[in-house]
Every structure is written in C-alpha cells, then in structure tokens.
Nanobody
Framework: QVRLVESGGGLVQPGGSLRLSCAAS????????MNWYRQPPGQQRALVAT???????NYAEFVKGRFTLSRDNAKNTVYLQMHSLKPDDTAVYYC?????????WGQGTQVTVSS
C-alpha cells in the first residue's frame, strides 16, 4: 500500500524559508521519480518540481532559483527547500508519485506566506 505523508508547512513571513518533507512507504522508493504540486486558494493544482530516481530535478518557472528539491533514498523521503517565499506561494503543497497509470497523493501541507 503506497502512502505519502507531507510535513513542514506553516506560516512564514515574506522572504522567509520553509522546508517541506514527504515520507513515502509501500514502494521501492529509489526506483521512482517524485513530484511536488501546489494548489493555491481557488486555483487548480500545479506542478512545482520533479526529481528523477537519479536525482535530476526540474522546476516550474515560478519557483526556479528559489526552491530546491532533493531526495534521501535511505530515508524514503523527498525534501522541498523553499527560500524567498512570496505571498503568491501560499497554497496547499502535495507530494505526488506516479506508478504506471496510477497517481498517488499525500494529504497535503498548508504553506501560508503573510506578514
């Protein structure tokens, strides 16, 4: 049974930093690319960043240069380090994994950027 559990969200001031974590279980974690999505209030969910099984990363333009995605295969965990946060980064952040045609999601973690 695949399970993804996000943590690390919270309230941060503009310009601040947060690190989100996503712990995976029920899979051979090191074999799979992992993704982070976010869904701002009233908007659709959007892809934020992807990391391949080999550790190569790709970022949406709106976070490039500010966010860094990494993975620790020994801990079955991916990390999204977020710097220079803006109010527009306010969203629920979701960890995602795709296996064949199936998508798996965590429960999400709220990030609020506000003074």
């Amino acid at each position: 049974q695949v399970r993804l559990v996000e943590s690390g969200g919270g309230l941060v001031q503009p310009g601040g930093s947060l690190r989100l974590s996503c712990a995976a279980s029920g899979i051979r974690f090191s074999n799979y690319p992992m993704n982070w999505y976010r869904q701002p209030p009233g908007q659709q969910r959007a892809l934020v960043a992807t990391i391949t099984s080999g550790g190569a990363t790709n970022y949406a333009e709106f976070v490039k240069g500010r966010f860094t995605l990494s993975r620790d295969n020994a801990k079955n965990t991916v990390y999204l380090q977020m710097h220079s946060l803006k109010p527009d980064d306010t969203a629920v952040y979701y960890c995602n994994l795709k296996i064949d045609l199936l998508g798996f999601w965590g429960q999400g973690t709220q990030v609020t950027v506000s003074s």
